[in-house]
């Protein structure tokens, strides 16, 4: 199976997954908050350990009073291209929950694994409403954690920066030669069955 972008699959699969990407250049256009919640929405209905739904999205949109302080949220790099988003995102996640008939919290040993697939649906409907979303691991935990006043409970998992995708000429040039649809490692390099693949 076999996309657009050349990207291929070697067993069969929805093109979605192919078509998926994190593009750095993005066009100028703004994003209605309701199109952002629609995002969210996507979100909200990942599983989750005891449904306990550990994600927490805290964001700005372009040109809104709280963008240049979620701008601060990247570290130097990100900055400079994520500054043309249309969105910031960042992704947090609780540790602790309330297990179904119990009446204290405990440590929820999957909250980082539920939140990944949280961000897992966020992207794709992204996609799908032909956006794009890019998730960084460059981002400022300090800054994030007195800026949005994130109590201890709650992890800082990502930062994501959503848009449409543009030109490459967008970007500075040391990083137009990275604005490609990336391939990804065989199947063998990490599932078998019976065994671990290290």
């Known amino acids: 199976m076999t996309t ?29 908050e309701s199109t952002l919640l629609t995002f969210f929405e996507a979100a909200r209905w990942a599983p989750s350990s005891y449904n306990s739904q550990p994600w927490r999205f805290a964001y700005a949109r372009r040109d809104t009073e709280h963008w240049t302080r979620f701008l601060g949220f990247l570290n130097e790099f990100n900055q400079s291209w994520a ?37 897992g649906y966020l992207a794709l409907q992204a996609s799908l409403s032909g956006w794009n979303a890019h998730g960084m691991a460059g981002i400022e935990h300090d800054k994030i954690r007195q800026g949005l006043a994130v109590p201890d409970l709650y992890s800082i998992e990502a930062g994501v920066a ?23 490692k065989p199947l063998a390099e990490f599932a078998a069955e019976g065994r671990f693949v290290p």
């Open 162 to 184: 959503i848009g449409r995708a543009g030109d490459k000429s967008l970007l500075p040039e040391g990083l137009q030669a990275r604005e490609v649809h990336t391939p990804r």
């Open 4 to 32: 657009p972008n050349a990207r291929t699959a070697d067993h069969p699969i929805d093109k979605q997954f192919l078509s998926r990407w994190s593009p750095r250049a993005f066009t100028p256009e703004t994003i209605p």
């Open 83 to 119: 500054q043309h988003a249309a969105a910031i995102v960042i992704v947090l996640s609780k540790s602790t929950f309330t297990p179904p008939g119990g009446s204290a919290e405990v440590p929820a040993s999957t909250h980082s694994f539920d939140t990944g697939a949280a961000w």
